[in-house]
């Protein structure tokens, strides 16, 4: 059983320019957590998604990020108008269900390098 | 709201001697908590957790923690760390309708040979 895969593992992207993360839970896995790791500080929840469903984004710029679950494929992190700010590891966790008792698995991280 | 402090954001420790990160949190409600580890330039694994019963909650590679409620602490040792243990250590807690974890700001043990 596969773990948590997300890619590109490291991106590289000019100011203004568009980043897109992808998320692959593990087998399944319903639910996805997205993340955001700054340098020298904790992960900070960005979002948390369903299938289809975005069920909180409290953590989310209110500007430029959006994420999506669809039905079919992984889930996207799409910043767009990326700033040197954005530069950061963003990391994608999946779990089976909602409960407090489920564990949610991370994956590997994505390095934002925003230049 | 809930909130996690790591209070040492670096602990050297000597190879096979004895250590202790420290965690406390803040919730006013139950709680379930969580340490993670995070290897260079990879994702967390998780390490152990405490949903309920025992106090004492023993993980993977040896570690172990202790929940304290009167303390509101939740502090992970291990009584004879190695090399490989050097890693960065999150703390984290989850007292929400459903898992929006909060992360401390994680705690680097370099371990020296």
């Known amino acids: ?89 963003y990391f994608c966790a999946s779990s089976p269900g909602q409960g407090l008792t489920d564990t949610q698995y991370f994956g590997p991280g994505t390095r934002l390098t925003v230049l | 709201a809930q909130s996690v402090t790591q209070l040492d954001s670096q602990v050297p420790v000597f190879e096979e001697a004895p250590v202790e990160l420290r965690c406390n949190y803040s919730s006013s409600v139950s709680v379930y908590l969580f340490w993670y580890v995070q290897y260079p330039n990879q994702g967390l694994q998780l390490l152990l957790k405490y949903l309920s019963g025992s106090t004492l909650v023993k993980g993977i590679n040896g570690f172990e923690a202790e929940f304290n409620k009167s303390q509101t602490s939740f502090h992970l040792r291990k009584p004879s760390v190695h090399i490989s243990d050097t890693a960065e250590y999150f703390c984290a807690v989850n007292s929400g309708g459903y898992q929006k974890v909060t992360f401390g700001t994680g705690t680097k043990l370099q371990v020296i040979p």
């Open chain 1, 1 to 89: 059983n596969a773990g948590v895969m997300q890619n590109p593992r490291h991106l590289v992207r000019r100011r203004g320019q568009e980043a897109r993360l992808r998320c692959s839970p593990m087998k399944g896995h319903s639910h996805v957590y997205w993340y955001r790791q700054l340098p020298e500080e904790g992960l900070k929840f960005m979002v948390y998604l369903q299938k289809e469903n975005i069920i909180d984004e409290s953590g989310m710029p209110k500007e430029r990020f959006s994420a999506e679950f669809p039905k079919e494929g992984p889930s996207i992190l799409r910043i767009q108008q990326v700033v040197r700010g954005d530069s950061a590891a």
